[in-house]
């Protein structure tokens, strides 16, 4: 039996938005969607700043200068919404 490895990459490909969710497409052809809700900033934030967007961290990280906000691949894929999410 010949069975090959599957190889996951985590490096960011593309970023994009609906009215109540981020998704980001992997290099690895998987898709991660997430509230909005749980990034308080990109929420509040206009269409315009969301789209403003840019690679960071190696591939592994999303920055946007105009709002200070930064994602990692990481920790959506652990499904860990920003801690100002959490304040009353």
Excluded at 30 to 59: F, M
Excluded at 65 to 86: A, F, N, V
Aim: glycine share 10%; with cysteine; charged share 25%.
């Amino acid at each position: 039996m010949n069975t090959s490895a599957i190889q996951t990459d985590e490096r960011v490909k593309n970023v994009y938005f609906t009215d109540d969710a981020i998704s980001v497409d992997l290099m690895d052809g998987r898709t991660i969607t997430v509230p909005l809700a749980w990034y308080p900033r990109l929420l509040n934030a206009t269409p315009e700043h969301r789209q403003h967007w840019q690679i960071c961290g190696g591939g592994y990280g999303i920055h946007w200068e105009g709002i200070d906000e930064d994602l990692s691949t990481e920790g959506m894929l652990r499904g860990s919404p920003s801690p100002e999410s959490r304040r009353p």
